[in-house]
């Protein structure tokens, strides 16, 4: 029993001792990725990408414009039986999930793309990032977002390293941030 009890006060101070190491520093990974060179290559490559899949989009829905019209002067001018009139909103229903799940389609390869877009800059901004904090002794690094969820509530402004990610990117840093300085 002599011998437990100095084995567990060493185990239970070794984390209190290593908190004393512990340095945590933040940064605003949206902000940095927002003022990457590459940034507007993006933008314009998703924007044109968008537009190329809206104009698929677009068909599919004059079609169903085309063909509701086409219905709807039909009934209008000829005496259709119940079974040609199901038949006509069953069609005019079927084009109408189409056309939603084509929206949806949209949506989602527009995310994949920025997805595959984004993905070599947030890892040029992950090495950044390690970089800084490895020549400033920080144990962690947190994500201060100013969009979306933030990891961080409260740090000291010492300890935002963004400006420094900026110069180790090779990014002049804006003027509006300068000022945090």
Known sequence: ??????????LL???????GQLKIGYTNVEVILAYLP???????ELTA?????????????QYFQ????????????????????????????KLQADIQKAGQ?????????????????????????EAVAQKLGYTYVLNASSAGTSVLIHGRPEDD?????????????PEELQSGE
């Open 13 to 19: 101070s070794a984390p209190l001792a290593s908190l």
């Open 66 to 93: 085309t063909k509701y019209t086409e219905y709807a002067e039909r009934a209008q001018t000829e005496n259709l039986s119940e079974a040609e009139t199901e038949q006509m909103s069953a069609e005019l229903q």
């Open 105 to 129: 389609d949209l949506e989602s390869k527009m995310a994949r793309k920025q997805s595959e877009l984004i993905t070599p800059l947030l890892q040029k901004v992950q090495v950044a990032i």
């Open 161 to 173: 390293i963004t400006l420094k990610v900026f110069t180790q990117l090779g990014i002049p840093i």
């Open 38 to 44: 590459e940034q507007e290559a993006i933008s314009n």
């Open 49 to 61: 990408y968008r537009k190329k899949l809206a104009e698929g989009q677009a068909i599919k829905e």
């Open 1 to 10: 029993m002599k011998h437990i009890l100095p084995v567990l006060l060493l």
